[in-house]
């Protein structure tokens, strides 16, 4: 499980992060209307899905984006809060906190994906 092991990850740091286990139930609500998601959006999870948004946490430790999205029609999500992951921290070079951004996605499981991500003015 995705979140299990976050959380685990967490735990093993300092004090400090233990801030961020308040984020914990956050991330869980975030991710809730994914599982809600009709099997056949499922289905076609090697569709790339372009968004925009902006980058309200960039969480080097376990590469997630927490970006607060704008409505995404194709699969029918709301605009809402939630956790992206990327791959490496080339993948968001230059991608900062309170960025403006258009990005491409693949949801594969409950993971979202980022493919490409820049910022827009
Ligand atoms: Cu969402």
Not at 7 to 23: G, V
Not at 35 to 64: C, H, M, Q, W, Y
Request: glycine share 4%.
């Amino acid at each position: 499980m995705i979140v299990h092991f976050e959380l685990e990850q967490t735990m093993k740091k300092s004090l400090i992060l233990a801030a961020a286990l308040a984020l914990a139930p956050l991330a869980f609500s975030a991710d809730h209307h994914h599982n809600e998601a009709p099997l056949d959006k499922t289905a076609i999870a090697s569709e790339t899905i372009a968004a925009t948004g902006f980058v309200r946490l960039v969480d080097s430790e376990s590469k997630k984006l927490t970006i607060e999205h704008d409505p995404i029609p194709s699969l029918n999500w709301p605009q809402m809060t939630m956790r992206f992951t990327y791959d490496g921290e080339q993948a968001i070079k230059g991608i900062k906190t309170g960025d403006k951004v258009k990005f491409d996605f693949v949801q594969e499981g409950r993971v979202s994906l980022i493919k490409h991500i820049e910022k827009v003015k």
